[in-house]
């Protein structure tokens, strides 16, 4: 290889993606991460050490995308198997997931060039 | 379709896509905005109508990826059949050029869901 194709070579595609609702940002990364967390852990606990955001600033995170959707994305309950409650992923928070997840693996795909 | 449907139906990906080099940003949708004007035009001139961009910041953009990837992406010539000069992208500007186009093709294509 010459020298132009050794830096070509160094090129890599990079992306940051998000879904919009009406053309307004609602749903990004960060809000995946602490779905995924709830998604495997049946709670919102431990959310700090899994993706670096507070646990209050979580919540906040997906409190704003029901409010601009209107819709429910994740549940909290009371007592259950081990008595201190826990968190659920709704059915429409798990076609937001989804859709997102779908979306970002094309964009892994179309970057590997 | 029941209300969430046509909530979901609402949603979109929009994304933002750039090159690194070595990790680093380089290259993203302005300067391929810069570069296809010179492409179309043979010359800069006329660069702010199509890409809202000042004639001394699209040079800066031009400069500052050339300084990082030390080739050159465009380059100038005078006098030709009009004798007032013009530009030109380098081979290896069209081979940055046509990489960014691939990926954004394929991420259009992901984004269709």
Redesign the interface.
């Known amino acids: 290889m010459n ?2 194709d050794v ?2 070579s ?14 307004k ?3 990004g990364p960060g809000a995946y991460a602490i779905m995924n967390h709830v998604l495997k852990k049946g709670t919102l606990t431990g959310v700090t050490e899994s993706t670096g955001m507070s646990y209050r600033y979580a919540w906040g995170v997906i409190r704003k995308i029901e409010a601009t ?3 429910k994305i994740l549940v909290t309950f009371k007592g259950g198997p081990s008595g201190g409650g826990g968190a659920k992923v709704t059915d ?1 928070g798990l ?2 997931m989804q ?2 997840a ?2 970002q ?3 892994d ?3 590997e ?1």
């Open positions: 020298d132009e830096t070509f160094k090129l890599k595609p990079n992306y940051k993606l998000w879904l919009e609702f009406d053309g940002y609602v749903f959707l209107g819709v429409f076609k937001l859709m997102f779908k979306v693996g094309g964009f795909r179309a970057s060039v």
